[in-house]
C-alpha cells in the first residue's frame, strides 16, 4: 500500500550548517510531493514541493531533490538557523487520483547555537 | 489573517461526551480536509470536501464522526460518544482546485479525552 518513511527521526545541526532531511516513499504512483515543517503546537507549514517531472526544486535556502530511480526525497535546507528547529515531514499525493496527503513519521531536527 | 482557521484550539473532554470542531479555510479554496494527529506521528488524512460534497473518507472515520460543509465555506467535524483514543490533534487543510496543489493547514484542534 501507499506509505512515507523517514530514514532518520532526528538530527541534529550545529549554527550555519546545512541539514540533510531524507525521505523515502514506496508508492512509484506518486507524482506529487511536498516538504512541510511543524513547530511545536502547530499545524504543518508549507516549505516546497515537487512534482514527478522534476528532479530538483529550489527555493529560499531549501532544495528538494527526487529519485524516482530509488523512491527517495530529500530536503537540503542551507545556513540551517535556530529557526529551522522544527519537525520535517514529507507528503505524497497522486495527482488526480485521492486528493488525500500521505505522511512519513518525521523528522526533528535541533540546530545547537 | 488570511490562513486556515480552527476552533477551539484546545478542547478536553469527559469520555462518552460529544465534541465539535469548526474549519474555516482560506477564503478562495473550495477544497477542505480534516486529518488527524497523534504524537510522534504524521498528520493521517480522515475526510476532504470539494465545496459542500465530501468525496472521500478513510476508514479511520468510524460512525461515531462525522463531517460537514453545509455551504462549502467553513466545514465542522463532530466526534460522538468520545473515547480515550480520540485524543488527537485535529488539523484542517484547504487548497484551490485550480493552480497550486498545496494544502495549507490550520493551526489544529488538540482534543485531550479524560
Known amino acids: 500500500g501507499e506509505s512515507v518513511g523517514l530514514h532518520l527521526p532526528t538530527l541534529s545541526v550545529q549554527e550555519g550548517d546545512n541539514s540533510i532531511i531524507n525521505c523515502a516513499y514506496s508508492n512509484s504512483a506518486s507524482d506529487y510531493f511536498i516538504w512541510y515543517k511543524q513547530e511545536s503546537g502547530k499545524g504543518p507549514q508549507f516549505i516546497i514541493d515537487i512534482r514527478s517531472n522534476m528532479d530538483k526544486r529550489q527555493g529560499q535556502r531549501v532544495t528538494v531533490l527526487l529519485n524516482k530511480t530509488v523512491k527517495h526525497l530529500s530536503l537540503q535546507i542551507a545556513a540551517t538557523q535556530p529557526g529551522d528547529s522544527a519537525v520535517y515531514f514529507c507528503?505524497?499525493?497522486?495527482?488526480?487520483?485521492?486528493?488525500?496527503?500521505?505522511f512519513g513519521k518525521g523528522t526533528k531536527l535541533t540546530v545547537n547555537p | 489573517d488570511t490562513g486556515v482557521s480552527q476552533d477551539p484550539r484546545h478542547k478536553i473532554t469527559k469520555r462518552g461526551q460529544n465534541v465539535t470542531f469548526r474549519c474555516d479555510p482560506i477564503s478562495e479554496h473550495n477544497r477542505l480536509y480534516w486529518y488527524r494527529q497523534t504524537l510522534g506521528q504524521g498528520p493521517e488524512f480522515l475526510t476532504y470536501f470539494q465545496n459542500e460534497a465530501q468525496l472521500e473518507k478513510s476508514r479511520l472515520l468510524s460512525d461515531r464522526f462525522s463531517a460537514e460543509r453545509p455551504k462549502g465555506s467553513f466545514s465542522t467535524l463532530e466526534i460522538q460518544r468520545t473515547e480515550q483514543g480520540d485524543s488527537a490533534m485535529y488539523l484542517c487543510?484547504?487548497?484551490?482546485?485550480?493552480?497550486?496543489?498545496?494544502?495549507?493547514f490550520g493551526p489544529g484542534t488538540r482534543l485531550t479525552v479524560l
Open positions: 487543510a484547504s487548497s484551490p482546485t485550480t493552480g497550486r496543489a498545496e494544502q495549507f
Open positions: 507528503a505524497e499525493n497522486i495527482q488526480g487520483g485521492s486528493e488525500k496527503l500521505v
